[in-house]
């Protein structure tokens, strides 16, 4: 079951099993999907499969079925190019029919490579352009104040995507305004499109500078569901006073040995033997 | 230059490369001919001689610009996704009597950076090349995010800016050098390097600034720019097997617009009909219309294009379909016009 209002979830053991049960479904509707397109972000998904179970399926106050709640936890996705991850999600919420699914990418379906707001129930806002989202995100945090709403918002942010100088922009900006409602994660899987992102343009001391913006930062294996649900709860139920850059520390194309090994899974598309042997290890079956 | 394209081959668990038709973003260079052909085409102009230097916001391997990286990698700078900052860079490099070429998706180069281009680069009379690749809709399902159907308004109406759109790799490449040495900023709109080929490697007519006639009609002259040439052809063939009188243009320069070229076809035809992967608003729809106006003449004239509104998700060529911007669509578009109302009074 999705998390539904007001619940409270505890780290216990079925939710714990639920969540990384449902980043395998992820995974293996990413590939389903992917092989619909003939193109996808393989390996961008799956290195953030469990950080968007773990949001949806643990931590977000959503009501099933109703994508407009006005008092829901908003989640943008900065790096919109995982969104074949995340549709599968929303329509296991009722946000949309599960049919959809299977004409993704195909003419007048609503559902492309990038989230469309516009299109897509259940989608907080559209991406597709690197950098715009954590502005976005903020404006929604603000929003919140200023009318007296309680909900927090949750930014995906690609490592790579911090290239991005308006990331900056409103990093500073949510520090400034003390902005604890708002949680950057990071997915920090070490690349972006050319290589290695610190190779390219180095992004550290990370921490360090998400916190001299402002910000409280927490670091934690994004794979870890544990560790992942614990700190988005600690989160969502305390009142920090700041916002929080989540550094979920992952591996790009999780899952996957050839993926995880070759940056240029980034992008890609797989005939059908090599699908099958990909599905094959995703399930675990030798 | 033979290029080693070893390492680009996608392999699996045993190292073995992956089934025929697997392919990841490496090895995605390899099904695009005018993306490999920019990196090539840039490295040339640096064995020529050339002070360029170029620019990529982390897509090396989106637009080809490994291939020059290969080559040449004490004259590439990669920046990280930072197009703005890119674009910026670019014009300091200048300064210094660099030639900078900056690349990126058209999208976010074009419209992201618009200011910096504007106020860095075209005010401040830089040298600065622009190349927007995957203009217009060809990203297809990526969405409008991705989408370019702005670019050539946003630069034409950027003072001191050339806009130009090769057909194909061929002429992207004859025109990359011909304006190697231009003293302002040039803005080069390209597709996705998958393009069908128009010309020869050694067609004599592609020319900076000028117009290529295809053929003239006395029905229609269709007048096309970049992507939408190979199809216009294909349309015109159509059209003639049909028994209509139709000329083709290649207006590649669209700024400076060669205003011959629109005029003659304007006196020779009984109507226009420019044809662009582009808003219809201040394209190559906007600036025809703009030549004939001034001019007075009050030829028919259909400006076929995508009409002020964001792309649905769809591949590419369903797209293409669904706007008619494909050679069937084109024809079918042309043939509606030819038999309007507005085709029958010759205000000429
Ligand atoms: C403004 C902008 N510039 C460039 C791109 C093209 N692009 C898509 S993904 C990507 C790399 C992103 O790397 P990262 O943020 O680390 O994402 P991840 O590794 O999670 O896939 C780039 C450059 C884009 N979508 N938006
Ligand atoms: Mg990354």
Redesign the interface.
Known sequence: MPASEGASLTTSSEVVERIRERAQFVRLETVRLISI??TGHYSSTFSCAEILATLYYGVLRLRHGDPQWPDRDRFVMGK?HAAVGLYPILADHGFFDPELLDGY??????????P?MT?VPGCDF??????HNLSVGLGMALGARMTGRDFNVYALLGD??L???QIWEAAAAAGHYGVGNLVAIVDRNGY???GK?DD??TIEPLADRWRAFGWDVVEVDGHDVPALLDTLLRLRDGAPAKPTAVIAHTVKGKGV??MER?F???????????EA?VIR?LKDEK | MNLNTDSLV????DGQP???????????LLKSPGLLALGEQLGALVDDGEPVVVL???????NGLWAFHERHPERFL?????E??SVSVAAGLATTGLRPYVTGFA??LAL?CCEQIRTDIAYTRQPVRLIGHHSGITF???????HATEDIAIMRTIANMTVVAPADHVAMGVLLKAYADHPLPVYFRMGRGREPIVYEPDDERIRPGQAIVHATGDDLTIIATGTTVHPSLLAAEELRAEGHSVGVIDLHTIKPLDEAAVVAAAQGSRGLMTVEEHNVYGGLGGAVAETLTDRGIGVPLLRHGIRDEYA????PT??YR?YRLDGPGIAEEARAFLKSGRMTSDVR
């Open positions: 397109a003939k919109g990418t195909r003419l007048g379906n609503p559902l492309g490579d990038h469309d299109k559209s991406s597709g352009s690197l950098g790579g995507e290239h991005e100088g972006c499109l050319d992102v390219i343009i040995g050839f070759d240029g899974w980034h992008l890609g598309w797989l005939a059908e033997q090599d042997a290890e | 996608p392999r699996g668990a992956l089934a025929e038709g697997s392919w990841h973003i490496p090895s995605m990529t916001p982390d897509l090396s391997f989106s990669q920046l990280g996704v930072s703005q900052n999208s976010f992201l297809g399902f990526y969405g409008t995010s991705h649905p998700i769809g591949p369903h797209l669904h």
